[in-house]
């Protein structure tokens, strides 16, 4: 009779997931994910052939954990897409600050290997290209796209660094950038600063 599985993929995942949050991708090695789910690390490997394969499904399952989080943005807000893109932008900017390390290994991975399956990384943007699929019209759809993530992710990573000295309320300079963007996605005219001439 063989002998039964003393761990499953979901809870190697799970583990390594917990050792991303608290270790970040250094710390996440099979001999960490091994202890953590209580068997040696050559059991590890009947159910993971090699470290970047355990990174490509921890990014996988992040991927789609994120696409359900973003996913809400178009379900759960009013129909005007243009609110569903500020929405979606500030649903990325809470979830990278409550799990940072998740959010790099999407966003800024350790190596090419280590990358969610295409089909993960497609659900965890259909979202925002529905949005602006209505926003700028199917054929800009994915420039508009690239460019809503582009400003949000370098916003982020500039934060992570702690690039922003000159004072002023960081919040509120994300709101007024995700907000500029969706008026030109959108064509609205945006309103005029304080203090400017007409």
């Given at each position: 009779m063989p002998t039964p599985a003393r761990t499953s993929?979901?809870?190697?995942?799970?583990?390594?997931?917990?050792?991303?949050?608290?270790?970040?991708?250094?710390?996440?090695?099979?001999?960490?994910?091994?202890?953590?789910?209580?068997?040696?690390?050559?059991?590890?490997?009947?159910?993971?052939?090699?470290?970047?394969?355990?990174?490509?499904?921890?990014?996988?399952?992040?991927a789609r954990e994120l696409a359900a989080r973003l996913d809400g943005a178009v379900a759960g807000t009013a129909a005007d897409a243009r609110e569903q893109l500020i929405e979606l932008s500030h649903r990325l900017r809470r979830y990278a600050h409550a799990q940072p390390e998740q959010y790099r290994l999407?966003?800024?991975?350790?190596?090419?290997?280590?990358?969610?399956?295409?089909?993960?990384?497609?659900?965890?943007?259909?979202?925002?290209?529905?949005?602006t699929t209505r926003l700028a019209g199917p054929e800009r759809a994915l420039e508009a796209a690239r460019t809503a993530t582009a400003w949000a992710t370098g916003f982020i990573a500039m934060e992570f660094a702690g690039a922003f000295q000159l004072g002023g309320d960081v919040d509120d300079a994300y709101d007024y950038g995700i907000t500029r963007i969706a008026?030109?996605?959108s064509g609205a005219s945006a309103p005029d600063d304080p203090g400017q001439d007409p």
């Open positions: 993929i979901e809870e190697i995942v799970g583990a390594a997931r917990d050792i991303l949050d608290s270790d970040g991708q250094t710390g996440l090695t099979m001999q960490a994910v091994a202890a953590r789910v209580g068997v040696r690390s050559p059991s590890l490997y009947k159910h993971v052939r090699s470290r970047d394969d355990l990174v490509g499904l921890v990014a996988t399952s992040v999407l966003f800024a991975p350790a190596s090419e290997a280590g990358r969610a399956t295409p089909e993960a990384l497609a659900a965890s943007v259909a979202p925002l290209i529905d949005i008026d030109a996605l």
